[in-house]
């Protein structure tokens, strides 16, 4: 009994070492361990034998129930796990195939400028200003300065609907509308960006419709120095912290004293090239203590309120910034030249 | 305004400073230096040489064989001009010389014989054609007799000069001047000036005897001076004057007029010559126009005149459009030999309005029309009548016929210096400032930091305190002003709630797919009334017109976006972009009446147009073109994320929209735009494939946003779902049996959704089927069986009521 006991534990095992799968595995599980298997025939059997030795083939047939009971489970843990290594293998994907897309869009690049330069103003205090697009005569000259017949009208030629109606040339009649429903009351700090027109034949420098952002300080003691350190903190923060910003007196009937700032070019830092013309700066922004006149007019008494105000295309901030060569491309939308500034 | 560095050197010393420092100088304190570039290209070894003999070449008729004397040597130069002559002083370019453009002189044989050199032509040296004389436009250039031979005939033809072109703001007029451009560079260099001295040998003859002067609109014409000169020869002015003409970019005609262009440079007044003795008469009278009024200008055109323009008459007829041109008939001409010289101050609006009225805009019209220094009218008057007895044989009659009621004061500014300093944020002392004020040569009286300015009439753009701010800052130096950043509370800025929302919608569609796109807000007649939204047609609007438009396709305001939005698509498509999805948010213009009489309103809305593919997948076979729904649910997802909430979408009716497959947007019953599919024929127009539009009006949106967010618990009893599926007339609209079941199924019908429609095969004809889910919830409790059997049958009792729907299956 001994030797037939030995006998079934090899072939059992010999059984489930060659099982391919769980069921070959259950198979011999039944065969060997079930009630109707050997085992089971063997201990039957057991009366027969003399009482000192049951004991002994009883421990001898667990022992074989247990070690064939033990291999089957390890047995199933590797074929469970080979199984699982095989499904695996066969769910394998080409990761490097392209994924569903996603439909991206993005701002045009002069919404992303503007808004750029929107928050660099909040940030120092500003609020942002619009106004109508089509403007009073009034508003759009008078109110700055610029009455009937003043030869700097002729900077900007508009596009006239009536005497008295026109498509506003610059951004500079929401600063005229905001002062006036201040009341004489300062601070005044805003920026005013949106859409102007003026006669212009469309060329790759030369847009009849283009944008401004005009940006305005009235209070008391305004000095001249605030504007060239909130013009600086600007353009450091705009165009980078290493480049340097000039003012140059320039003419706005708006604003007396008037000046001009350059940055200095990115290019050749100053030398000197063909972006810059040779002069090492490039020109940005138009800017100017606020013309009394201008106050007045708006209900600002300028014995006591004083400011500045200021003035730039994003359009050529973009052109010069991008190295964009044709303004045309802002109002033309061919997809190739929006899909280029979709970075957040 | 062109300055030539030569010129400028006889009223200010200029040698220790290059063109190029110099430049950059004036453009720092004010006055932008465009260019600084020498007249012509580097010439080298180009001499006067006398054309000693002048014979045909032996083997070509058009070409002469000329000997001709440099001063050391004698070369054999073969000349193809037919202007040629033995005994002329001429340009030579001998051999080794380099000419603008690049070319090199060398020895050549021309037709079998040696030529060593070329004598030249003023456009071969550099000059443009436009400035030649005539005499000299189609051959070579001839010197007069007064130059050596074997000089450097660059310099002679004072082609080593250097040109500053300035770019002048409309304020600093003064520098239409040389004289003027003199006192700022002395002021900016802080040297000393020299002005021409005027000086004339009269005759003993008195013009007055000979003409009189009577203005009869002394507001337009303050000032009116007449000067006679007897005895002209007119013939060519010197060749230093000419060149000097050039370099401003005046082409030099004869010494009469070249005389009255050179004072206008040199005093930036113009002046006018007449021909005395074909001026019609012994009086100037100075009038306005009368309506339909004729003259002949000296560039041969009729003229017809209006009540608007001053004209120089002679009594009886027009002579002159003031300060703009002169007439044909009295114009000074080679038989010319006496001159009625005018110096006068003119209007500038006058002037302004004539010089745009014919289109005439001249360097003397431009000058009116800034304004010129009423100090100097006379005086340049006077200066033109010295040159003339110079450089014209003139005999200048003593005094001047003269009408002058000319306001010559001065402005007289007061301040101190912490004023100045309040402003620019500086601590410039009361001395620095008076040696700045005395630079400009602004004479100034100071009583410590009491400053009283009197400003010269030449500066008649600075009269309050602000300008002579700028003008101590600019001559200071903005480079020395500090940084700071304003003083007082800081305020917080931020962006109102409507601005906020407009960046929030460009942020959904920008992340649901749509490219924000620019289009130009004027458009054409027929665009400017296409796509225009219900319930902006409601209003029944005219597209604004542009008085002048410059072209015809941008001559009206838009009343939609959508008309230049689809021909952004088009754009694309011609160029082989075919999936394309463009959103724009800007402004329409909405006018009421035909005529525009008062500023008509601005309304801001936001339209998209998409065509092409709207998803695509290629190797999954996934492919989606755009359709009504893929638009519509990008629409549904920013009513959401924007919080508007109740939006209906109804079949509707838009021109230029598919009849079948239009929606018009409601909230609460007010239409806020429309969503469809263009209508084949327009989309034929634009070339374009299906494309589906929407158009939306963003200021009533703003106005439907829940501007207050609220909290809601999150439910802690579980929800059932059931399905329903019903049978009704295909014409049934899915909104109106959604609403209704929504309106029967009970306050605890928390969902419905249609989650299949189908029509066809198996259907009744003219029958669809539509299932919805629907999901009941109670906040506050487990539902029961019952609760949610007594809601599913409200729902199809009042759906079979209402719209005769069958449950099916
Ligand atoms: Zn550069």
Redesign the pocket.
């Known amino acids: 009994m001994k030797e037939r006991l030995e006998e079934l534990r090899n072939e059992a095992l010999e059984k489930v070492e060659k099982a391919e799968n769980i069921k070959e595995l259950q198979d011999v599980r039944v065969s060997y361990l079930g009630k109707k298997g050997p085992i089971t025939e063997v201990l039957r059997g057991m009366g027969k034998l003399p009482a000192e030795e049951r004991p002994v083939i009883g421990q001898l047939a667990n022992d074989v129930r247990e070690s064939i009971a033990r291999a089957i489970e390890d047995k199933q843990t590797e074929l469970e796990k080979e199984a699982l290594e095989q499904r695996l293998r066969e769910e394998t994907i080409d990761v490097t195939l392209p994924g569903r897309p996603n439909q991206v869009g993005g701002p045009h690049l002069l919404t992303k400028l503007i808004q750029e330069i929107e928050d660099l103003f909040i940030g120092m205090g500003f609020e942002v200003a619009e106004g109508p697009e089509v403007e009073t005569d009034y508003y759009n000259f008078e109110a700055l300065n610029l009455p009937k017949g003043h030869p700097a009208r002729d900077m900007q030629d508009s596009f006239y609907i009536t005497e008295e109606i026109l498509m506003r040339t610059h951004t500079s009649p929401v600063q005229a509308r905001t002062m006036e429903k201040h009341e004489g009351k300062g601070p005044v700090k805003i920026i005013c960006p949106g859409k102007v027109y003026r006669r212009d034949t469309d060329d790759a420098t030369h847009s009849h419709q283009f944008t401004q952002i005009e940006g305005l300080f009235v209070d008391k003691n305004v000095r001249m120095s605030d504007l060239k350190g909130v013009l600086n903190t600007f353009a450091k923060k705009m165009f980078g912290e290493d480049r340097e910003i000039r003012l140059r007196p320039s003419f706005f009937p708006f604003t007396e004293p008037s000046v001009e700032m350059d940055i200095s ?1 990115k ?2 830092r100053g030398e ?2 063909s ?2 013309k040779g002069t ?1 700066w490039i020109e940005i922004l138009g800017a100017g203590m606020v013309h009394p006149n201008v106050l007045r007019m708006a209900g600002f008494d300028p014995d006591v309120y004083n400011g500045f105000a200021f003035g730039m295309g994003p359009e050529r901030i973009a052109m010069l910034k991008y190295g964009i060569d044709d303004i045309r491309h802002f109002y033309i939308n061919d997809v190739r030249f929006l899909k280029q500034f979709h970075q957040a | 305004m062109l300055v030539s560095i030569n010129w400028l050197k006889q009223y200010i010393d200029l040698d220790d400073i290059t063109p190029e420092e110099l430049a950059e100088k004036i453009t720092k304190s004010g006055i932008e230096v465009d260019s600084a570039e020498p007249i012509v290209d580097q010439i080298k070894n180009v001499v006067v040489g006398y054309v000693k003999s002048c014979e045909k070449h032996p083997n070509a008729d058009k070409l002469n064989l000329c000997q001709v004397d440099v001063g050391d040597e004698e070369l054999q130069i073969i000349c193809g001009a037919p202007n040629v002559q033995a005994g002329q002083k001429v340009a030579v370019a001998k051999p080794g010389a380099r000419l603008p453009g690049g070319m090199k002189i060398k020895k050549a044989k021309l037709r079998g014989v040696e030529s060593q050199g070329m004598i030249c032509s003023l456009q071969e040296l550099g000059i443009d054609d436009k400035f030649v004389q005539k005499e000299f436009s189609d051959g070579i250039f001839v010197f007069a007799d007064d130059v050596e031979v074997g000089e450097d005939a660059i310099e002679r033809l004072n082609l080593n000069d250097t040109i500053l072109e300035l770019e002048l703001t409309p304020n600093r007029s003064d520098c239409l001047s040389m004289i003027g451009v003199a006192y700022e560079v002395a002021a900016i260099l802080g040297k000393d000036i020299k002005l021409p001295e005027v000086a004339i040998d009269y005759v003993d003859d008195a013009a007055t005897d000979h003409v009189q002067v009577r203005v009869e609109t002394p507001e337009l014409n303050p000032y009116y001076g007449a000067f006679i000169i007897r005895n002209i020869q007119v013939g060519p002015s010197p060749l230093w004057m000419q060149n000097r003409l050039i370099a401003a970019g005046i082409r030099p005609i004869n010494n009469v007029v070249d005389i009255t262009n050179y004072v206008l440079l040199e005093y930036g007044q113009p002046l006018h010559a007449f021909d005395y003795d074909r001026f019609g008469s012994k009086e100037v009278v100075v009038r306005t126009a009368e309506k339909d009024e004729k003259i002949q200008t000296l560039d041969d055109v009729e003229r017809t005149l209006s009540e608007d323009h001053l004209v120089i008459t002679n009594g009886k007829e027009p002579v002159a459009i003031a300060g703009v041109m002169g007439g044909a008939d009295s114009e000074v001409n080679d038989e010319t030999t006496t001159v009625l010289l005018e110096a006068a101050y003119f209007d500038s609006l006058s002037v302004r309005k004539a010089a745009k009225d014919h289109q005439l805009r001249s360097e003397a019209s431009i000058r009116f029309e800034k304004g010129v220094d009423p100090n100097r009218v006379k005086e340049a008057g006077l200066r033109a009548c010295q040159l003339l007895e110079q450089y014209a044989g003139g005999e200048v009659l003593s005094g001047v016929a003269e009408f002058n009621g000319l306001d010559v004061t001065e402005e007289v500014v007061t301040f101190t210096s912490d004023q100045i300093n309040r402003v620019l944020g500086t601590e410039i002392k009361a001395d620095e400032m008076e040696d700045i004020i005395t630079k400009l040569r602004f004479s100034c009286e100071r009583d410590g930091n009491q400053f009283k300015v009197t400003v010269p009439t030449r500066r008649g753009d600075i009269s309050i305190v602000e300008d002579m701010v700028e003008e101590i800052a600019r001559i200071f130096g903005y480079d020395n002003l500090p940084y700071t950043l304003p003083e007082g509370a800081g305020q917080a800025g931020r962006l109102t709630e409507k601005q906020q929302l407009k960046r929030k919608i460009h942020q959904y569609l920008q992340g649901s797919g749509l490219n924000e796109s620019w289009t130009y807000s004027l458009t054409t007649e027929e665009r400017s009334g296409l796509l225009v939204s219900p319930e902006v047609r409601e209003q029944e609007p005219v597209p604004v017109q542009l008085a002048m438009p410059m072209s015809e396709s941008h001559s009206h305001l838009r009343l939609s976006l959508l008309p230049e939005l689809l021909a952004s698509l088009q754009y694309n498509i011609a160029r082989k972009q075919n999936d394309l999805a463009l959103y724009e948010m800007g402004s329409i213009c909405i006018n009421h009446d035909k005529t525009v009489t008062k500023q008509p309103a601005e309304q801001l809305r936001l339209s998209g147009a998409l065509t092409g593919l709207w998803m695509n997948h290629p190797w999954q076979q996934e492919k989606k073109p755009v359709d009504f729904y893929v638009v519509k649910g990008i629409l549904e997802g920013l009513f959401e994320f924007v919080q508007i909430n109740g939006v209906q979408f109804e079949a509707g009716e838009v021109d230029g929209i598919h009849p079948g497959r239009c929606a018009v947007i409601k909230v609460k019953g007010d239409t806020i735009g429309f969503l469809g599919q263009l209508h084949p024929a327009l989309q034929e127009e634009y070339d374009l494939k299906d494309t589906y539009v929407f158009d939306l009006n963003l200021d009533k949106m703003y106005e439907y946003i829940e501007k207050e967010e609220r909290y809601q618990p999150i439910p802690r009893y579980p929800s059932i779902s059931q399905d329903l599926a019903f049978v009704v007339d295909e014409q049934v609209p899915s909104s109106n049996l959604l609403q209704a079941i929504k309106d029967a199924g009970g306050s605890y019908l928390q969902k419905v959704e249609v989650f299949d429609v189908y029509q066809g095969e198996h259907m009744e004809e003219g029958k669809k089927s539509i299932a919805y889910s629907l999901l009941f919830q109670n906040p506050e409790a487990t539902l029961t069986d019952e609760e949610v059997d007594q809601a599913r049958e409200e729902i199809i009792q009042t759906v079979k009521e209402k719209f005769n729907a069958q449950l099916r299956g």
């Open positions: 070019c290019i050749c000197g090239c972006v810059c090492g």
